[in-house]
């Protein structure tokens, strides 16, 4: 969330700032609740200051003649009047205080100055293109039929075990995804320094809250029916990134770097009746997670790193692929600037995003409490940084269409026939 104290002395900055976003501050609501806030303090201070004029008055009263037993009654009689007023304005400065913690929940990250402003992903601005997408002599195959014909997919399994949006994997499809993930875990641990985590699938509202997607994007969660308060993970970014909460870390701790390989759950709420077909958007999917946690001053250093890191890994396995910096109306609420990669998909005849990588500044940190110590010794919040490293199903759809041939066989990329046994080619 953002800083409290920078938003009440910058109010009408915020607000501009934010409208790159679309999103429309509510500043006197915010005012509203902040000057409540205010009123409870002062009134807390006045009722402290009355107390402890009252605990004094008792000697006043017995060096005017009253009995010490007769002092400390009259005082008392005045004490629990002020402590059952404070007890109230407890209570009410509690609601004031949570009504506020609500409002900031709701706001989302200012947007980094270089996010060019637009509504949709329209208008998100090319940066570079890597790779020339290769040119077919036959009718391309999309890899719904390209995974059918070989039998390694199986959507009218899944629809009968579980429901719409989710895939069965056989064979050498089901093989060739667990090299992707593989050979990007080995990518990114031997070449690009992370450390390997294995983390839960299910975590706490505590967690999701951490990270933002608790309060404001609860119907994208699936929820358990338990009496715990768990979710499944909508991305390994949530246990990872907690990883860093309630700690203050030494210099020579940083930066922290993580990777993990997870299912990922999401409801896909609001996307109904896109990428119905095949394995672009599933309910349950896996990723390779990349998250960092830096200084402040390294943040936008570790954007371009993690984003190079991504791309390495569309690089080895040769997919074209485009990147591009999302504009204000396509940024996420809680990321302060973020490139997306977007792969070559011959069977669609565009770019599709594969991944995200993106820098959530201190708005995760101050939610989680996730520091460090500044020169003078004291705790400071870090940044945090996030990115697919990548996604593995989308991947696979890429390897698929993108390395087909006419008699509907795939051959290997070079850089995963290692993890398939040395196999050069899949077919039915």
Request: charged residues 25%; aromatic residues 6%; hydrophobic residues 40%.
């Amino acid at each position: 969330m953002l800083d409290l104290k920078y938003l009440r002395s910058n109010l009408d900055k915020v607000a501009e700032a934010l409208k790159i976003k679309g999103y429309q501050l509510d500043k006197p609501a915010f005012e509203a609740l902040d000057a409540e806030r205010k009123h409870s303090d002062i009134e807390s201070q006045s009722l402290l200051a009355k107390r402890k004029q009252a605990s004094k008055k008792i000697g006043e009263l017995v060096q005017g003649g009253m009995s010490v037993d007769d002092a400390k009654a009259e005082v008392n009689e005045t004490l629990a009047l002020i402590d059952k007023s404070l007890d109230t304005l407890k209570e009410q400065a509690s609601q004031v205080e949570e009504k506020l913690k609500q409002f900031m929940f709701d706001v989302p990250n200012i947007p980094d100055p270089e996010v060019p402003a637009g509504k949709d992903e329209a208008d998100n601005v090319e940066i570079l293109r890597w790779g020339t997408p290769k040119t077919f002599d036959f009718e391309v195959l999309d890899h719904v039929a390209l995974g059918t014909n070989i039998g390694g997919l199986d959507f009218e399994a899944a629809a009968t075990m579980t429901g719409t949006r989710f895939a069965v994997l056989k064979g050498a499809i089901a093989k060739l995804h667990r090299a992707l993930a593989q050979f990007m875990l080995d990518q990114h641990t031997e070449n690009n320094d992370y450390l390997e985590v294995n983390v839960p699938l299910i975590v706490n509202a505590e967690a999701l809250t951490g990270t933002g997607q608790l309060p404001k994007f609860e119907e994208d969660l699936f929820k358990l029916n338990v009496d715990s308060d768990y979710y499944l993970i909508p991305t390994a970014e949530v246990p990872l990134t907690n990883l860093a909460r309630d700690n203050i870390f030494e210099d020579k701790e940083l930066p922290l770097k993580f990777v993990a390989h997870t299912s990922c759950f999401r409801s896909e709420a609001g996307s109904h009746g896109r990428d119905t077909r095949g394995l672009i958007r599933q309910h349950q999917f896996e990723k390779v997670e990349l998250v960092q946690v830096v200084k402040p001053e390294q943040s936008a250093e570790a954007l371009e790193q993690l984003t190079a890191h991504a791309e390495s890994i569309l690089q080895k396995l040769d997919l074209p692929y485009r990147k591009v910096i999302l504009c204000g109306g396509d940024l996420s609420f809680g990321s302060r600037k973020t490139y997306d990669l977007e792969v070559w998909l011959p069977a669609q005849d565009c770019y599709r995003e594969i991944s995200s990588c993106s820098n959530f500044a201190d708005y995760q940190a101050r939610r989680l409490m996730a520091r460090s110590r500044n020169a003078a010794g004291k705790p400071e919040l870090l940044h945090t940084l996030n990115g697919s490293g990548l996604a593995v199903g989308r991947t696979l759809v890429a390897v698929l269409e993108n390395y087909q041939n006419k008699d509907g066989s795939i051959d290997i990329p070079e850089a995963l026939q290692p993890y398939m046994l040395g196999k050069k080619h899949i077919s039915a």
